[in-house]
């Protein structure tokens, strides 16, 4: 079995600012993978950015980064110089074998 | 680009009616997944596929089925609809297993009265 959870519902954040989202996982896996997943109001999935397992290197891609920390199966994705743009609920999601599993969501406001 | 492609945005159905949600992606994806996203509960994982005829249950899987006769079609069934399937359906595809993007539909926004 497999679980995400995300334990913050809702998050606000000054434009410029930066603001980080939780994540913890539970998998009896060693090889997985972990994403981030944002939907916009439009309602269009987005993917944000995805970290192996097997890498201990933390993923970057511009402004989001994640912090991976296998041992507590942990994820947290930081937003930095957060945009009006970035208003929209992030998803964390893990991933074993063909198995895709996405946690409750956070909504982030990004406050002019 | 990938293009998955839900047949509906909006449906209203009666309790009781046989309802079908069709998806299709364009990209020749092994890995096809119906979600239902739910206020407070994020998406819950339904069915999966990852080949043509084969299928695995997700978390919530009573009260659904699922057919894939096609690679590039997959299509969730609600044998007898009730009002708590009311609710926001999510199709998505991915190339296989790996750590592959995986590309979502628009969504099909269920009511069931």
């Known amino acids: 079995a497999q679980t995400v959870t995300q334990s913050q519902p809702e998050m606000s954040v000054q434009e410029a600012e930066t603001v980080t989202l939780s994540c913890t996982y539970d998998?009896?896996?060693?090889?997985?993978?972990l994403f981030w997943y944002k939907q916009p109001p439009s309602r269009q999935m987005i993917l944000v950015i995805r970290q192996e397992a097997y890498k201990q290197q933390n993923a970057t891609e511009n402004r989001f980064s994640v912090n991976f920390q296998k041992a507590a199966k942990s994820f947290s994705l930081k937003i930095s110089d957060s945009q009006l743009g970035d208003t929209a609920m992030y998803f964390c999601a893990l991933r074993n074998d063909y198995k895709l599993s996405f946690g409750a969501g956070t909504t982030v406001t990004v406050r002019a | 680009d990938v293009k998955v492609t839900q047949s509906s945005r909006y449906l209203v159905k009666r309790t009781g009616e046989k309802v079908f949600l069709e998806c299709v992606q364009d990209?020749?994806?092994?890995?096809m997944f119906w979600y239902r996203q739910d206020p407070g509960l994020g998406l819950r994982l339904i069915y999966f596929?990852?080949?043509?005829?084969?299928?695995e249950k997700g978390d919530i899987p009573e009260g659904y089925s699922v057919s894939r006769e096609k690679k590039e079609r997959f299509s969730l069934i609600l044998e007898s609809a009730s009002t708590n399937q009311t609710s926001m359906y999510l199709c998505a595809s991915s190339l296989d297993r790996g750590p592959t993007e995986a590309f979502f539909g628009q969504g099909t926004r269920l009511t069931v009265v």
């Open positions: 990209m020749d994806h092994e890995n």
């Open positions: 998998t009896s896996e060693n090889n997985y993978y």
């Open positions: 596929s990852y080949d043509v005829k084969m299928k």
